[in-house]
Nanobody, 119 residues
Framework: QVQLVESGGGLVQAGGSLRLSCAASGSILSFGGMGWFRQAPGNQRELVAGITRGGSTNYADSVKGRFTISRDNAKNMVFMQMNSLKPEDTAVYYC?????????????WGQGTQVTVSS
């Protein structure tokens, strides 16, 4: 089974930027879609951004215009550029993938990376 490993989290001041990376141990073209989720303490895990195998993207309303998801099929990596970060973006961010090709159902997960935004 393909494994996902996130990196790039850290502590940043409000208004700053971070770039998260997700490295897959196999071809990401084997997945119908990939995404970034986040979970803050006491909150449910939520989808932040997704990208299909065809390159279509979707974003949570709270991050539209600030976050950008992208993929590098040759390197088997997915990225999320996060700009204009806010304290409410503080959470553990997870990379996820859907083994189903035509209906996106995230069933493969990374271990998560902490993002902390200070005010």
């Amino acid at each position: 089974q393909v494994q996902l490993v996130e990196s790039g989290g850290g502590l940043v001041q409000a208004g700053g930027s971070l770039r998260l990376s997700c490295a897959a141990s196999g071809s990401i073209l084997s997945f119908g879609g990939m995404g970034w989720f986040r979970q803050a303490p006491g909150n449910q895990r939520e989808l932040v951004a997704g990208i299909t195998r065809g390159g279509s993207t979707n974003y949570a309303d709270s991050v539209k215009g600030r976050f950008t998801i992208s993929r590098d099929n040759a390197k088997n990596m997915v990225f999320m550029q996060m700009n204009s970060l806010k304290p409410e973006d503080t959470a553990v961010y997870y990379c996820a993938a859907s083994r189903r090709l035509f209906t996106i159902e995230y069933d493969t997960w990374g271990q998560g990376t902490q993002v902390t935004v200070s005010s």
